[in-house]
């Protein structure tokens, strides 16, 4: 609906044209377009909480939640040394200096349901940039338009989902926005803001590092074009004194900019561009071939130096190589072989192609139509426009999460392309024809070039206009039905993809009303009711945070994955047999596990999907005790059914899933609807664990673990006691079992 | 941040040494005579020696020079001074409070390039680079960042 507003201001309606002529006019026409773009861009955030109700959505928000409330309640000096016993355990986290900060900061001050307020800012800010780019306002207006709507990044800022990416995308187009203007303007001041704004960047987003490479390589490839100015020594040293001391302020950041890689380019630059800054000051005293000579032996020799420097230091150990996050961007192959944590994260997943359509729809293919418009007119911007775009485009085909980074320059890129598109056949007046030969455009323009043999053609404007009104109608007709088609995609999207917490799950009933499944909820109050204040529950690191946040429960590993040996304990405890768990749990002080487990629903993303990261990540640690291939059958098959292989049905993760799972069904019936499989009759046996809460789908099972003995037996022993078996030999034929202690 | 900083200040230090090496190996002599009367100066850059693009540059910064941008330059020359001087400390005795380090030498890095910004945007020459920012402007920005620049570094330093 935004979008046939704003295409309004340039309709061809001549009355409509006369109308707006007058310069207030269409500064207020403007605003008012803008905040209808915000308000649209907020309501489309708000059908989560139309559709289910206000709650906090995935993983992630639920930390950051519960982060805020402690700020809150505890004061910000507090804050930064908050040492959080209650993850982790029984490590803890050091909370305060592990954290970006910029989000929490940000919610104290203002109401709970701002993620979709930022979505307006970030219209605006996409605005400005698009501004910078092109005189024709009407791009920055349908830039605005899609920034709000575009599915992209919807997903990341529903209401609901409490999470840095959200306030991060609006600093990150701001601060590409003061970028330009500092490198138009030659302004230390706008640099200075640029710098501040990056700051707040680095202390909302991990991601800051993109722009840490983004704008060195802009100032890089400017220098390599011969496009070097004062104004860019003015900015860009500006932005980097201010902005690398503004990131250090944040203690998870700290040294890093001296001492890592991914900050390695910005600095390199920096130097350069002092070099350059001097070359360029002594040519005015030069003759041109000896400041040439000078110029190109003196540049080379120590840039290559300064490479050769980086290198040396790396490999000495001064600077640390490149980590193995940002590595794994390179090497794509990277992240499964040596961090299979990084490679579980379903957001780290290559992006697969449909998806860009279904993120970007229309605006993927005016994209580079938009950059082609770059190419034409290319000042310093253009070039901004055209590195951003090659840049985030090789990223968001690498990892499915940094789609985020790439949305702004393709709502930017496609409005150029769709008001450049509209502009040419929405003006009413048909251009006058003087001479026979300036009909044809192309015509004109290959005579011109003719003439004057020595420009390029692209600096010569052809004359371009259209007659006919029946082709002006065609086209824009077309387009306005392209532009609201955009607006239908955009809505379905967001309210069916990315509008479903979760936490809570939606499905419908045969006669199509909604049925909420809120099996999440209903586990961790149990948890919150029916266990101690400090019981331990260990479950995989997914549901850390949530057990966090709403059951309000120490956990063994959350979502913060920073100690990779801890989640490969969990690991291996889930992945081995009960009598190598055990103790791993004991010494753990492990009271509860929780198991996710979606066979009688059909619910996909539950554990046992999961579970071959698991063990993958603790064969890692311990390749002597998991191996995967034991989790296969000879046939190479991942299987759950009778045919599972001896490994996988003695570990815990199976048991826990299975247990009793066959009494549901009547004999032979026993069926798992995600994998599609036929069970066995007679499901496994649990010795240390006692089964305690199983939620009303059974999506949530949680167990309580058993103490020792009472007459110092072993458990299976105890159990095969409880149920009524003498003690046989059998028990004795496993042998003496000694405790694993590692 | 210290070794590319270095290396420009080396950049600058090296273009004499250098130009007296290649004089002596190729230009001998027509090289010896323009050292010393000034006038000569004129018949060296003719000749391609390396040894006149010092001279020139100096002549040449002393002729176009006004005096308040030469009392920019003398601060920078300052900043650089200091600079050297704790990355030379850093070396020598160890980088142990490392904030302190960091924020100081960042200080006189930040400082230099802002004053380097200030004489960019004030120099005659590099009028049209800057059409909106007038001397004034220009000194208010570089106030502006100056604060900026030394609150971080206080608030770095522990």
Redesign the interface.
């Known amino acids: 609906m935004a979008v046939a507003t704003a295409t309004d201001s340039s309709s061809p309606m001549q009355t409509l044209a006369d109308f707006g002529k007058s310069k207030s006019l269409r500064t207020l026409l403007r605003v008012l377009i803008l905040c209808f773009i915000a308000g649209a861009a907020v309501s489309s955030r708000l059908f989560s909480v139309i559709r289910f109700e206000s709650i906090i959505h995935e993983f992630d928000p639920w930390f950051n939640f519960r982060a805020t409330k402690y700020l809150i309640a505890n004061g910000f000096y507090d804050f930064w040394d908050w040492f959080d016993d209650r993850t982790w355990h029984p490590l803890g986290r050091v909370t305060g200096g592990t954290l970006y900060p910029g989000l929490m900061v940000t919610s104290e001050t203002f109401a709970s349901c701002w993620p979709p307020a930022f979505s307006g800012l970030t219209a605006f800010a996409a605005y400005l940039l698009t501004n910078e780019m092109t005189t024709n306002t009407s791009a920055g207006l349908l830039a605005a338009a899609f920034m709000g709507i575009t599915p992209g990044y919807i997903s990341r800022s529903v209401a609901g989902s409490y999470d840095n990416e959200a306030i991060a995308i609006f600093l990150l187009v701001f601060t590409f926005y003061l970028w330009i203007r500092a490198l138009k303007l030659g302004s230390v001041l706008w640099g200075a803001l640029c710098a501040l704004f990056y700051g707040y960047m680095v202390a909302s987003w991990g991601g800051y590092a993109f722009i840490t490479c983004l704008v060195p390589l802009h100032a890089f490839v400017l220098i390599c074009m011969g496009r070097y100015s004062t104004r860019l020594y003015v900015s860009y040293t500006t932005w980097y004194a201010l902005g690398t001391l503004a990131s250090m302020q944040i203690p998870f950041v700290g040294f890093l900019p001296v001492r890592t890689s991914e900050h390695m380019p910005a600095l390199g630059i920096f130097g350069f561009l002092q070099l350059v800054a001097f070359i360029y000051y002594i040519r005015s005293s030069l003759s041109g071939a000896q400041f040439k000579a000078f110029l190109f032996v003196g540049l080379g020799a120590v840039f290559g130096l300064a490479l050769l420097a980086l290198v040396a230091m790396t490999s000495a150990g001064y600077i640390a190589p490149w980590s193995g996050r940002f590595y794994s961007l390179w090497d794509t192959g990277y992240a499964k072989i040596h961090i299979p944590i990084i490679a579980s994260v379903s957001e780290h997943q290559p992006t697969a192609w449909p998806a860009f359509f279904f993120d970007l729809n229309l605006l993927i293919w005016l994209f580079p139509a938009g950059v082609y418009l770059c190419f034409q007119d290319l000042k310093d911007e253009h070039v901004f426009v055209v590195v951003y775009a090659l840049f985030g485009s090789y990223f968001a085909g690498v990892m499915v999460r940094l789609m985020l980074t790439l949305t702004p320059i393709v709502c930017v890129a496609a409005a150029m392309a769709a008001s450049q598109l509209l502009s040419t056949f929405l003006s009413v007046k048909s251009p006058v024809a003087k001479d026979p030969e300036q009909e044809d455009a192309t015509d004109v323009s290959s005579k011109k070039i003719k003439q004057n043999a020595g420009s390029l053609r692209s600096t010569n404007s052809p004359y371009v206009g259209v007659y006919s009104f029946m082709s002006k109608g065609l086209v824009s007709g077309i387009m306005t039905i392209y532009l609201l088609l955009f607006v239908l995609h955009c809505t379905w999207v967001t309210s069916n993809a990315y509008s479903s917490p979760s936490v809570v799950l939606a499905s419908r009933m045969p006669d199509g009303s909604q049925h909420i499944i809120d099996d999440y909820r209903e586990a961790y109050q149990w948890l919150r009711q029916n266990t101690k204040e400090d019981a331990k529950i260990m479950s995989w690191w997914d549901y850390g945070y949530q057990i966090g946040g709403m059951a309000d429960r120490p956990t063994l590993v959350d979502n913060n994955t920073w100690n990779n040996t801890h989640i490969a304990t969990v690991g291996k405890a889930m992945s081995s047999s009960e009598e190598v768990s055990y103790p791993i749990m004991r010494q753990h002080e492990v009271d509860y596990v929780l198991v996710v487990f979606g066979g009688l629903l059909g619910y996909s993303g539950d554990d046992i999907n999961k579970f071959l990261w698991m063990v993958r990540i603790a064969e890692g640690i311990w390749p002597d005790e998991v191996s995967e291939r034991k989790f296969f059958t000879p046939r190479g098959e991942y299987r759950v059914d009778g045919e599972a292989t001896e490994t996988m049905k003695n570990s815990l993760m199976y048991k826990m899933s299975y247990y009793n799972y066959h009494t549901l069904f009547p004999p032979g019936q026993a069926q798992d609807r995600v994998r599609g499989v036929r069970l066995p009759d007679t499901g496994p046996v649990l010795n240390t664990l006692d089964e305690a809460f199983t939620s009303e789908n059974w999506i949530i099972r949680i167990y309580k673990v058993k103490d020792l003995d009472n007459v110092g037996r072993d458990h299976a022993a105890a159990a095969s006691f409880d149920r009524g078996h003498k003690k046989k030999k059998a028990i004795k034929k496993r042998g003496p079992r000694t405790l694993r202690v590692d | 941040?210290a070794?590319?900083?270095s290396?420009?200040k080396d950049?600058?230090a090296a273009a004499p040494v250098v130009t007296t090496g290649t004089t002596a190996s190729a230009v001998p002599a027509v090289s010896a005579p323009s050292k010393k009367p000034s006038s000569a100066a004129v018949a060296a850059?003719s000749s391609?020696a390396w040894s006149s693009?010092a001279t020139?540059?100096l002549s040449?910064?002393q002729k176009t020079t006004p005096q308040r941008t030469k009392l920019i330059d003398l601060f920078m020359a300052f900043l650089v001074v200091v600079g050297g001087l704790q990355f030379v400390y850093c070396v020598v005795a160890g980088n142990y409070p490392?904030n302190a380090f960091?924020?100081g030498f960042?200080a006189t890095?930040?400082q230099f390039?802002?004053t380097?910004?200030?004489r960019?945007?004030t120099t005659e020459?590099?009028k049209a680079?800057?059409p909106?920012?007038s001397p004034e402007r220009?000194f208010?920005?570089?106030v502006?960042?100056s604060l900026?620049?030394h609150f971080?570094?206080v608030?770095?330093i522990n």
Request: glycine share 4%; proline share 2%.
């Open positions: 941040m070794p590319k900083k290396q420009t950049a600058s850059k391609d693009v020139n540059i040449h910064y490392f960091l924020s960042s890095v930040g390039v802002l380097a910004s200030l960019i945007q020459a590099n680079d800057f909106s920012v220009a208010a920005d570089y502006v960042g900026i620049l971080f570094c608030n770095f």
